[in-house]
């Protein structure tokens, strides 16, 4: 009996932080929205979803939204396992406004249980409505600041970089930047876009262009040419060291 | 060249005749069937909790990679996952007892090819942990490590995070 309390009293004293059980469960977790952005006029006043569980567990969805024009008529809704459902959201535009696109952001979020674990995840997929209210829009995308590095060598990747600013514009814009590819740019939103430059001259200089911005980059195999000067050095020295062992 | 002409014309007419008596034969009536495809994204593979065990005070730990995650879009622009800690602290059964989150880095194990991928503490208000700009579907795992302060109080702590996949 003193024994068994000596040891409750030791465990009790070497006890640290207590993060309850060890194996991650998995949870057969698929979710599936559509659409996930979605561009609707003023006059439209509901916007339907899709969600679809693709995975092996049922799931208990709650909609939440952020901004104040948008209701959703389910604030949660079952899920079972392999099954769809549609929801919808209604918009309710304010008689005054400001010209051009509002975004909304709807999250469907599969909830998780309450069962003490450490971490619990809500995992979401969010969509996006863009409320183009038109009126005076301001359409002022700017595309500048590509940059590019002077040299490279021949076998990397150097990086792109690109500044597409659309903060001086009051709505969205869909563009294609050259080799960046297609770029979204909500009303107000800056960004600056990257890409590994590839392929591209193995030697020689390069030159990229975007719009009328441009820039260019020496291509040289100087890891190779590096290499090639190491072996050489070591050769003459091995020749260096022979012909003094020679003597 | 007189036989070409004939040999076209009898087949023309042949062709006509055909087309002609399947109309009146079969009644047909044209029926359009359409749908349309919108930006869909499709996130799996997240677990719903998970656990860290029981660790020192003082020490660092990994939790279990959670994954495989993966992220698919139809959308040219691709995607991307936000993680929001829901709270400023891991919280413990005594809510006096907390961890600050900043304590949890959280970060891709391998970043997929054509993904961009960040390591960060956890924050409220969201960062940023996998981009993508392109249509497409990439697997990867995210792995969070925990810093326990020395002074920590015994206790079961516990935090609720955010992943949100959202189409660009």
Redesign the interface.
Known sequence: MRQAFALLIAMAAMAGIHLPAVAAVPSGFALTLAPAVVVVPPEQHTVEFLLINQGTQDQTIGVNTVAGWETPLEARFSLPAGSRHVTTVELAMPAKHDAGDHTILVDFSALPPDDGSTIKVVRTVEARIIVATGAHVINDLRIFGLSAPLIADSWDAPALNLIVDNSRSNVHRVVQVGLFGQVLLERGQRRTLSLAWTPHPFVGVGTITVGSESASTVFVPWKLLLLVLLLVLVLLLIRLARRRSGR | MKTIRMLLAALFATGALAIGATSALAGTQATVMSFS?????????????????????GSTFA??D?GPQTLS?N???G?HITVVA?AAN?VGVTPANTIPIANDTISVVACPSGA?CSSFPLMVSGQTLLNT??AGTWSFSSH?SLV?PAA?L???????????????
């Open positions: 495809i919108p930006v869909t994204i499709t996130y799996t593979g997240l677990a719903a909790t998970y656990n860290g065990g029981t660790q020192a005070a939790f279990p959670q879009t959308g040219t622009l995607a829901a891991f961009t700009t392109v969070q326990v920590q015994p206790d079961s702590y516990s935090l609720t995070i955010n992943f949100v996949a959202n189409a660009n």
